[in-house]
């Protein structure tokens, strides 16, 4: 493993959102600081060149592609290194990246990470010395052995993904049983097996060679359990730990003692990591279905879903100390607009404004109907910097929508309030929703079509 002390801080964007999950996982096991940009135009909205160290762009992901990227970065900060991605069907867009300035390019499915984190390191050490050219190594049997597990996760269903993680495990280590288990309120659940013929059969065996005690271990432990068996083979096991819970475990029988090198045992550690990041993908796709419920005049979400998932991710950035923040947006005279024009064209104005929300932020971004005549959006891992461009760009769009009806014309303005966390005084969601609100009205004050930043 690489390691860099200081931390290099990478800004990072890809079209595969799954990808880039993964990806930031990977280089912060190998010492580096990832921030995940949604797109190229978040990306960009981001960089500042004392922030960021190195920035990685796909070539193509949505609205900006790498090349557009790299020459934004070298007009805004010439010595920034750019590293681009790309698939084998765009590997002379990446060549010609390298002509015009990219340090380095690399090819996907990339899942042995050690090659980036070199390049990175280097781009870092040599900012201001000419571009190299890195091209991606064969793939190893680890890599060969991740691919499948990686494209998984956004195409397929859980248990398709930790079947495929309990096959790869097994052959690591030459198991004839690989189980991964599932963590629930009483203890584990057999999920997905390897070597048996179904999760029954894979469950009873379990339960005869494997201890409780050592089932029930693998809850609180942190690291890889051995315990031995009634013919001399051992089990080994390893917890799937995902922000510092176990969400499930991984269990591979028979072994023999002293048959497991070093390399697969840091092999098998990475397969146990990704299949935690899979079940925490599952997890929240699951709540997401669960809480997301739309209002049915605006399409957006309704406000004590709303509510909710902003509360979740405010914890998130308070937990992993990342900026997060708030607007809320009032549509100016809607209650005169509704008596003079009637609901029905007050409904037409609620739509066109929560549409012009959902289009200027990004997909990871909440949007919700607040009150009656306003709009709540949370912008996630968004400093004030970076508000106050969407907030501009929200005041600007909604005032150039137009409306007619028999009374005539109708140009819709907007109030709006942003405030950013972390601030003084400001320890939940409530907090920072109400700030934002108090912002709003300040706006509302000073007039139509205002923002004011707290």
């Known amino acids: 493993m690489d390691t860099v002390n200081p931390k290099i801080r990478v800004l990072f ?71 681009l991605l790309c698939d084998d069907e765009c590997t002379s867009s990446a060549e010609q990246g390298i002509q015009e300035g990219a340090f380095a390019y690399f090819e996907k499915p990339l899942n042995d990470f050690a090659a980036l984190s070199h390049a990175i390191i280097h781009a870092h050490t ?6 190299v050219y890195a091209p991606t190594p064969a793939p190893d049997a680890l890599t060969q052995l991740l691919i499948p597990l990686v494209e998984s996760v956004s195409a397929q269903p859980l248990n398709v993904t930790l079947e495929a993680l309990a096959a790869a495990s097994a052959r690591v280590c030459h198991a004839s049983n690989a189980i ?16 048996a013929p179904n999760v029954e059969s894979a469950r009873r ?33 390893i917890p799937l730990r995902s922000n510092e819970q ?125 009150e009656s005549d306003a709009f709540a959006i949370l912008l996630l891992m968004t400093e004030s910097d970076g508000a106050r461009s969407v907030a501009e760009r929200l005041r600007v769009e909604i005032n150039a929508l137009r409306f007619s009806d028999t009374i005539g014309a109708l140009q819709i303005t907007a109030s709006l309030g942003v405030c950013s966390y972390p601030r003084n005084g400001c320890t939940s969601i409530f907090d920072l929703l109400a700030m934002a609100q108090e912002a709003q009205r300040a706006a509302h004050f000073r007039g139509t079509n205002q923002i004011v930043y707290c």
Request: glycine share 6%; aromatic share 8%; hydrophobic share 45%.
């Open 13 to 83: 964007a890809d079209a595969d959102n799954a990808f880039g999950v993964f990806a930031r996982y990977s280089l912060e096991q190998l010492g580096h600081e990832v921030t995940l940009a949604n797109d190229g135009a978040d990306l960009l909205a981001r960089f500042l060149p004392e922030r960021y160290d190195v920035v990685i762009a796909g070539i193509a992901p949505p609205f900006l592609d790498g090349l557009e990227i790299l020459h934004a970065i070298k007009q805004r900060s010439p010595t920034t290194p750019v590293i």
């Open 246 to 370: 176990c969400v499930g475990a991984l269990i591979l029988y028979p072994l023999q003692r002293d048959a497991l090198e070093p390399t697969q045992m840091a092999q098998l550690e990475l397969l146990a990591a990704h299949g935690a990041l899979a079940i925490e993908f599952a997890r929240v796709r699951e709540e997401n279905l669960r809480l997301i419920s739309t209002d049915p005049t605006t399409g957006v979400l309704k406000r004590e879903p709303f509510l909710e998932m902003a509360d979740r991710e405010f914890r998130r950035s308070w937990r992993y100390n990342q900026p997060i923040t708030a607007i809320v947006i009032d549509i100016d005279d809607l209650a005169s607009i509704n008596l003079k024009h009637g609901h029905s064209v007050g409904n037409q104005v609620l739509r066109a404004v929560a549409q012009v929300c959902m289009n200027v932020v990004r997909s990871i971004d909440l949007v919700g109907r607040y």
């Open 205 to 237: 065996d379990l339960m005869e060679r494997v201890s409780d005690t050592f089932r029930a271990r693998l809850l609180i432990e942190t690291s890889a359990l051995l315990e031995s068996l009634d013919d001399a083979s051992y089990a080994l096991g």
């Open 180 to 195: 991964v288990l599932l963590a629930h309120s009483s203890g584990f659940q057999v999920f997905s097996t390897f070597g």
């Open 126 to 131: 040599h900012r201001a010395q000419p571009p």
